[in-house]
């Protein structure tokens, strides 16, 4: 997927089909030109740090650049912490031997974690990955982890915190495992799994919200939507409000206007933009792209799921023996072959 959007970023000029997907994704407003490669440019940087540095499977050390995919949660112990919005944290008990396989189609993850894991406490949101309901349930979380180091500052008289940056987590949840190991990725009406499975896929098969683009290589474009959470992905910072912020990897930004649960807007949150529909949506409604000058953190080329149909879509096209492309409406129709 990466590859694929990559080539097509660097064609000169886009095809018609790349700019078709330009143009829902990223450019769709009045007087926005789909064929303006600069507003592109971040999110060309972004598959070209990707393929850099995680195209290579290593089972050997790792580095604060790599990422490390987890099939299993059973590392998470609920210490009875909460942050400061009394939402859950729970502590990483990866052992410095540990090591971890997933064996799963199309991905075989072997890493030795000595000296990677964090000791940190993580805001995982376990509920959405094991028994969440509706619009809350989840099929993967990223965490770029650091290691949390304490030292005696004599001159400040006080204990100092030092946080060293490890490999970015991705967490595939359980439920989700299940389902690919099971169902080989085909999408079918079917899904004995679990409840939260049946739900999740009639959603992406026939939901008035989701659309046929968005069940492509649903495993493929969830992890290349995580990964594009990593830090070695993106990394910037920002002066606001009189300080130095830092932003690493993209976001899953909100669509302005929108709500979760629209019969009780004040208790809700805005929704992500999630799939074909919100993405296009967030693209007419959010922020203006920019590309790498003047970017904006709410914009579409910092929203994950933006990113992951723009690569997937981009596969479909470059498919060599049955090219397709994604309509208007997100339904996947064939490209007829010229005579």
Same mark, same amino acid.
């Given at each position: 997927?990466?590859?694929?959007?990559?080539?097509?970023?660097?064609?000169?000029?886009?095809?018609?089909?790349?700019?078709?997907?330009?143009?829902?994704?990223?450019?769709?407003?009045?007087?926005?030109?789909?064929?303006?490669?600069?507003?592109?440019?971040?999110?060309?940087?972004?598959?070209?740090?990707?393929?850099?540095?995680?195209?290579?499977?290593?089972?050997?050390?790792?580095?604060?650049?790599?990422?490390?995919?987890?099939?299993?949660?059973?590392?998470?112990?609920?210490?009875?912490?909460?942050?400061?919005?009394?939402?859950?944290?729970?502590?990483?008990?990866?052992?410095?031997?540990?090591?971890?396989?997933?064996?799963?189609? #199309? &991905? @075989?993850?072997?890493?030795? /974690?000595?000296?990677?894991?964090?000791?940190?406490? *993580?805001?995982?949101?376990? +509920?959405?990955?094991?028994?969440?309901?509706?619009?809350?349930?989840?099929?993967?979380?990223?965490?770029?982890?650091?290691?949390?180091?304490?030292?005696?500052?004599?001159?400040?008289?006080?204990?100092?915190?030092?946080?060293?940056?490890?490999?970015?987590?991705?967490?595939?949840?359980?439920?989700?495992?299940?389902?690919?190991?099971?169902?080989?990725?085909?999408?079918?009406?079917?899904?004995?799994?679990?409840?939260?499975?049946?739900?999740?896929?009639?959603?992406?098969?026939?939901?008035?919200?989701?659309?046929?683009?968005?069940?492509? #290589? &649903? @495993?493929?474009?969830?992890? /290349?939507?995580?990964?594009?959470?990593?830090?070695? *992905?993106?990394?910037?910072? +920002?002066?606001?409000?009189?300080?130095?912020?830092?932003?690493?990897?993209?976001?899953?930004?909100?669509?302005?206007?929108?709500?979760?649960?629209?019969?009780?807007?004040?208790?809700?949150?805005?929704?992500?933009?999630?799939?074909?529909?919100?993405?296009?949506?967030?693209?007419?409604?959010?922020?203006?792209?920019?590309?790498?000058?003047?970017?904006?953190?709410?914009?579409?080329?910092?929203?994950?799921?933006?990113?992951?149909?723009?690569?997937?879509?981009?596969?479909?096209?470059?498919?060599?023996?049955?090219?397709?492309?994604?309509?208007?409406?997100?339904?996947?129709?064939?490209?007829?072959?010229?005579?």
């Amino acid at each position: 997927m990466a590859d694929s959007a990559v080539r097509r970023l660097n064609q000169d000029p886009y095809d018609e089909h790349t700019v078709d997907l330009i143009r829902h994704l990223f450019l769709p407003k009045d007087g926005q030109d789909p064929n303006d490669r600069g507003k592109m440019s971040k999110v060309l940087r972004i598959f070209d740090n990707i393929i850099e540095y995680y195209r290579t499977e290593t089972t050997g050390p790792l580095d604060q650049h790599d990422i490390i995919i987890y099939c299993d949660d059973s590392r998470y112990e609920d210490r009875g912490r909460r942050d400061s919005l009394r939402r859950k944290l729970y502590y990483d008990t990866c052992k410095p031997d540990d090591v971890t396989t997933g064996p799963i189609p #199309s &991905l @075989l993850v072997l890493i030795n /974690l000595s000296h990677i894991a964090t000791n940190t406490h *993580v805001l995982y949101k376990k +509920k959405t990955c094991h028994d969440g309901l509706m619009e809350t349930v989840a099929l993967a979380v990223t965490y770029n982890a650091q290691w949390e180091s304490e030292e005696w500052d004599e001159e400040q008289r006080e204990v100092v915190y030092n946080y060293e940056d490890r490999p970015t987590q991705i967490q595939i949840c359980p439920w989700f495992i299940d389902w690919i190991k099971n169902k080989e990725y085909k999408l079918s009406n079917d899904v004995k799994r679990s409840n939260i499975g049946r739900y999740i896929i009639k959603k992406v098969e026939g939901n008035q919200w989701f659309r046929q683009i968005d069940a492509f #290589s &649903l @495993l493929d474009k969830v992890l /290349l939507h995580e990964m594009t959470h990593g830090r070695s *992905v993106w990394e910037e910072q +920002k002066f606001i409000n009189n300080e130095w912020e830092n932003f690493e990897g993209t976001l899953d930004v909100t669509v302005p206007g929108t709500t979760l649960v629209p019969f009780l807007p004040f208790f809700s949150t805005p929704r992500p933009a999630y799939g074909w529909k919100w993405a296009g949506d967030l693209a007419r409604k959010g922020p203006d792209t920019t590309g790498l000058h003047g970017w904006d953190p709410k914009a579409p080329d910092h929203n994950a799921d933006s990113i992951a149909l723009f690569g997937s879509a981009c596969k479909l096209l470059d498919d060599p023996d049955k090219p397709r492309r994604v309509l208007d409406d997100g339904r996947i129709a064939i490209i007829p072959r010229r005579q």
